[in-house]
């Protein structure tokens, strides 16, 4: 069994994630990295994409992030996200929903934009 680390995966609307974890897979802009346990230091921005976590129990789990930038210790990883969202809780259909049903101009915006985050990131949302 691998060393567990500690990993934060952050968005400005809350904490996704806070939890000892065997390996962190983010989509680094140089490309996909794995970050484990004694990884040396880093700190590289993030392109919209998927990250997977490992848990220490040995539970995958995927989060949809939209940019930001991950903080890499050997004790530990925070990525802190512009946007982020678990991939089971995408629902495209709600989204479309949420653009066509706008109050404003500011809220249609901001909902066709996610929309469209969402949509070409469709492909990494299908179950591997």
């Known amino acids: 069994m691998a060393e567990a680390f500690k990993f934060e995966l952050v968005s400005p609307e809350?904490?996704?994630?806070?939890?000892?974890?065997?390996?962190?897979?983010i989509p680094?802009?140089?490309?996909?990295?794995?970050?484990m346990a004694q990884h040396a230091p880093v700190m590289t921005t993030i392109k919209p994409g998927v990250?997977?976590?490992?848990?220490?129990?040995?539970?995958?789990?995927r989060y949809v992030v939209f940019g930001g930038f991950a903080d890499?210790?050997?004790s530990g990883c925070t990525l802190l996200a512009e946007s982020a969202?678990?991939?089971?809780d995408i629902?495209?259909?709600?989204?479309?929903?949420d653009a066509a049903d706008a109050k404003d101009d500011e809220a249609r915006s901001k909902a066709e934009q996610f929309l469209s985050q969402?949509?070409?990131?469709?492909g990494a949302l299908l179950p591997a």
């Open 14 to 25: 809350r904490l996704l994630v806070s939890e000892q974890v065997e390996s962190v897979v």
């Open 28 to 35: 680094g802009a140089e490309g996909e990295m794995t970050v």
């Open 51 to 61: 990250v997977t976590v490992k848990t220490a129990a040995g539970k995958e789990e």
């Open 72 to 74: 890499i210790l050997p």
């Open 85 to 88: 969202v678990a991939v089971g």
């Open 91 to 97: 629902r495209i259909q709600e989204a479309r929903e």
């Open 118 to 122: 969402l949509t070409t990131l469709e």
